[in-house]
């Protein structure tokens, strides 16, 4: 059985993204270089990964602008699932595949091609929470970095009440507070 797990980090104040869709402001943060290995030991255990359009459009920008190539180096084959209605480019090397409506109409793909990994749901908030309305998250790992923002994307525009969340941990790593909730089923 596959484990999906929204792993990302946020703003102190629950953001995602800033107003603009961009991830620079993570970037910013004194640190970032030890929670970015952290994030390499649970890319370690991705079978596959989801992600909305606008999440994307900015890995691409950023990562291939910076470095052409560095989606094949980040991710190899893996495959990543792309949730939008428009055409995409896909990266130098990337297995990235399509997919548009509800989640239950591509589970089976996903669950096929994580295989024995863990299925990373990328973000942003209305994507996980289209996986949470299916029934299919099960974990929510988050690094809280040292940021407010004005506005932005929040980081899951959805309810889901202290009931449905079990703390499995919080640790340190540099100047981010890391924090995994294991997701209970909602309510019949």
Not at 21 to 43: K, T, Y
Not at 125 to 137: E, M, R, S, Y
Not at 144 to 165: C, D, H, Q, S, T
Request: hydrophobic share 45%; glycine share 10%.
């Amino acid at each position: 059985m596959v484990t999906t797990v929204f792993n990302t980090a946020v703003t102190v104040n629950g953001f995602l993204a800033d107003e603009h869709d961009s991830l620079d402001w993570l970037f910013a943060v004194p640190g970032a270089d030890e929670a970015e290995n952290e994030m390499g030991d649970f890319l370690a255990t991705v079978g596959a990964f989801v992600m909305g359009a606008a999440t994307y459009e900015w890995v691409l920008r950023h990562d291939e602008e910076q470095r052409p190539g560095m989606w094949a180096e980040s991710y190899g084959t893996l495959a990543c699932f792309v949730m939008t209605h428009r055409s995409l480019a896909v990266p130098p090397g990337g297995n990235v595949r399509f997919v548009q409506g509800e989640v239950a109409s591509f589970w089976p793909d996903l669950v096929e091609a994580a295989g024995d990994g863990v299925l990373w749901l990328v973000g942003g908030g209305d994507l996980v929470g289209q996986f949470d309305d299916a029934g299919h998250l099960d974990e929510i790992r988050l690094s809280v970095a040292p940021a407010f923002l004005p506005a932005g994307k929040p980081l899951l525009p959805r309810r889901i009440g202290p009931e449905r969340l079990q703390l499995q941990s919080v640790r340190a790593a540099g100047q981010f507070v890391e924090v995994a909730y294991r997701v209970l089923p909602a309510a019949p």
